[in-house]
T-cell receptor, first 112, second 114 residues
């Protein structure tokens, strides 16, 4: 069935360093890939997304890359700050299915 | 605009009971999705509603059901609760539910089954 694998499950980085989280999806028809940040006691919040017709997208310190052939997509956070500490989820969706398949999450800790 | 609201925020039930959770989407949004979040499984899709019609459902037993009202508010019901149903239940609101639309999540309802 449809599946999204996410790695690593936990990631600790020093403030100012970069963080990379990787996801692999199984459904080749998937065409939309959002990333969410979830802070304690809150619901996930969209931070960046990418469609299948784009290879890379950047928004200030955050970037996402997509490799359709390998069915991989990655989140890159540069110049990490303590407020980036949270759980990050990747997801994949396919037009017409009205659902999102989520990865299992990455707990990012930025050490000051 | 007000965000997605979910009630109640916390709930404690015992095995065998049933529970109803409520979600009010962002004003004007007509698509509501429900997810179950657990530490081991992450976020798992339960079902999606648009204009009172269920358009898709996940792989959950029939004890999990939902509905949507004409004002787009949605409820989900879990009957005959099991210990494994303890989780954070999240609802998400979208305009039409089309791919590429931003999905806005509520804060969730934390259900504990004893």
């Amino acid at each position: 069935g449809e599946n999204v694998e996410q790695h690593p499950s936990t990631l600790s980085v020093q403030e100012g360093d970069s963080a990379v989280i990787k996801c692999t999806y199984s459904d080749s028809a998937s065409n939309y890939f959002p990333w969410y940040k979830q802070e304690l006691g809150k619901g996930p919040q969209l931070i960046i997304d990418i469609r299948s017709n784009v290879g890379e997208k950047k928004d200030q310190r955050i970037a996402v890359t997509l490799n359709k052939t390998a069915k991989h997509f990655s989140l890159h956070i540069t110049e990490t700050q303590p407020e980036d500490s949270a759980v990050y989820f990747c997801a994949a969706s396919t037009s017409g299915t009205y659902k999102y398949i989520f990865g299992t999450g990455t707990r990012l800790k930025v050490l000051a | 605009k007000a965000g997605v609201t979910q009630t109640p925020r916390y709930l404690i039930k015992t095995r065998g009971q049933q529970v109803t959770l409520s979600c009010s989407p962002i004003s004007g949004h007509r698509s509501v999705s429900w997810y179950q979040q657990t530490p081991g499984q992450g976020l798992q899709f339960l079902f999606e509603y648009f204009s009172e019609t269920q358009r898709n459902k996940g792989n959950f037993p029939g004890r999990f059901s939902g509905r949507q009202f004409s004002n787009s508010r949605s409820e989900m019901n879990v009957s005959t609760l099991e210990l494994g149903d303890s989780a954070l239940y999240l609802c998400a609101s979208l305009n039409h539910g089309q791919v590429g639309e931003t999905q806005y999540f509520g804060p969730g309802t934390r259900l504990l089954v004893l």
